[in-house]
């Protein structure tokens, strides 16, 4: 029998000594469970046909109006009673459009550019937040005042993060980056863009009355804020951080900046991280959470 020849490319695995004891490799990191999809938002169709008609409502009164006066059916009443209802829906249009303005909210807010040295935190996290969601920078704001929120405001691509000076010295980093991944959650999943379509269907008559402000705040979803907080979580992976920021907030003298004016404090009350409106206990929508609420939330994920 011919002898084999051995293979000088394959090496042989040196003896292990005898009486020693095999090392056991070290167990694989679990990955981190992916958080349970977003749950369908509560009462996205009543929301859209509300803002739809009260949108709709003063062209409707002008192209009334104006056709009444133009048939003259009723001759003089009718010219008048046409010219009154074009007028009334012509000052609708132009009152929702003024109060509801983006650059007019973030004026009467008394907002200021971040300044990008000493708010470095603010604007370095909000930068690798917005690379996470996959959504353009967008304008930071600060508003100089000791009642910690914060709030977002404008759609996609001219949307304006609002932070206020007590929320930059009251929560850490992970805390502030929280609170901002909600703000951008909200960009994110179009709120603000159904909150600016809320203003601007209901922009005059909810800056002139408490009534007209609770119009505008069933324009949009019930649940919007806890949405946004799971959203946010999608994104930092942390809720404790959040859940830690909320209940800062939750704990404050106060959230609502002074210095809002009251047609302001009626059309934003309700759009800030920490909403500062008070309802009564039949007016709870199904689907809305409290801050205490969206805090035990936070803590069981």
């Given at each position: 029998?011919?002898?084999?020849?051995?293979?000088?490319?394959?090496?042989?695995?040196?003896?292990?000594?005898?009486?020693?004891?095999?090392?056991?490799r070290?167990?694989?990191?679990?990955?981190?469970?992916?958080?349970p999809?977003?749950?369908?938002?509560?009462?996205?169709?009543?929301v859209?046909?509300?803002?739809?008609?009260?949108?709709a409502?003063?062209?409707?009164l002008?192209?009334?109006?104006?056709?009444?006066?133009?048939?003259?059916?009723?001759?003089?009443?009718?010219?008048?009673?046409?010219?009154?209802?074009?007028?009334?829906?012509?000052?609708?249009?132009?009152?929702?459009?003024?109060?509801?303005?983006?650059?007019?909210?973030?004026?009467?807010?008394?907002?200021?550019?971040?300044?990008?040295v000493?708010?470095a935190r603010?604007?370095?996290?909000?930068?690798?937040?917005?690379?996470?969601?996959?959504l353009?920078?967008?304008?930071?704001?600060?508003?100089?005042?000791?009642?910690?929120?914060?709030?977002?405001?404008g759609?996609?691509?001219?949307?304006?993060?609002v932070?206020?000076?007590?929320?930059?010295?009251?929560?850490?980093?992970?805390q502030?980056?929280?609170?901002?991944?909600?703000?951008?959650?909200?960009?994110?999943?179009?709120?603000?863009?159904?909150?600016?379509?809320?203003?601007?269907?209901?922009?005059?008559?909810?800056?002139?009355?408490?009534?007209?402000?609770?119009?505008?705040?069933?324009g949009?979803?019930?649940?919007?804020e806890?949405?946004?907080?799971?959203?946010?979580?999608?994104?930092?992976?942390?809720?404790?951080?959040?859940?830690?920021?909320?209940?800062?907030?939750?704990?404050?003298?106060?959230?609502?900046?002074?210095?809002?004016?009251?047609?302001?404090?009626?059309?934003?009350?309700?759009?800030?991280?920490?909403?500062?409106?008070?309802?009564?206990?039949?007016?709870?929508r199904?689907?809305?959470?409290?801050?205490?609420?969206r805090?035990?939330?936070?803590?069981?994920?």
């Amino acid at each position: 029998m011919a002898p084999t020849k051995s293979n000088p490319k394959r090496r042989t695995p040196p003896a292990r000594p005898a009486g020693s004891r095999s090392v056991a490799r070290p167990a694989a990191r679990p990955r981190a469970a992916a958080l349970p999809p977003e749950p369908p938002s509560l009462g996205h169709a009543r929301v859209s046909r509300l803002t739809v008609a009260a949108t709709a409502k003063p062209v409707v009164l002008v192209v009334a109006g104006a056709v009444l006066a133009a048939s003259g059916v009723l001759s003089a009443a009718g010219v008048a009673i046409g010219a009154v209802l074009a007028a009334c829906g012509i000052v609708f249009i132009a009152g929702d459009l003024h109060f509801s303005s983006h650059r007019r909210l973030l004026r009467d807010l008394r907002t200021r550019p971040a300044d990008p040295v000493a708010e470095a935190r603010l604007v370095n996290l909000t930068e690798s937040l917005c690379f996470g969601f996959g959504l353009p920078v967008p304008a930071i704001a600060v508003v100089d005042d000791p009642a910690p929120n914060t709030l977002a405001l404008g759609r996609r691509g001219t949307a304006t993060i609002v932070v206020t000076t007590g929320c930059l010295d009251l929560l850490d980093r992970m805390q502030l980056e929280a609170v901002v991944a909600h703000e951008l959650a909200h960009v994110k999943r179009g709120d603000t863009a159904k909150a600016a379509a809320a203003m601007r269907a209901f922009g005059l008559v909810a800056a002139l009355s408490a009534v007209g402000a609770r119009w505008a705040e069933r324009g949009v979803a019930a649940d919007r804020e806890s949405l946004a907080d799971l959203a946010a979580m999608g994104v930092t992976r942390y809720p404790p951080a959040l859940a830690d920021a909320l209940e800062a907030l939750s704990l404050a003298p106060t959230v609502r900046p002074g210095a809002l004016r009251p047609a302001v404090n009626r059309l934003t009350a309700w759009q800030w991280c920490a909403p500062f409106a008070r309802h009564a206990p039949g007016r709870i929508r199904p689907g809305e959470l409290d801050l205490s609420l969206r805090i035990a939330a936070l803590r069981e994920l």
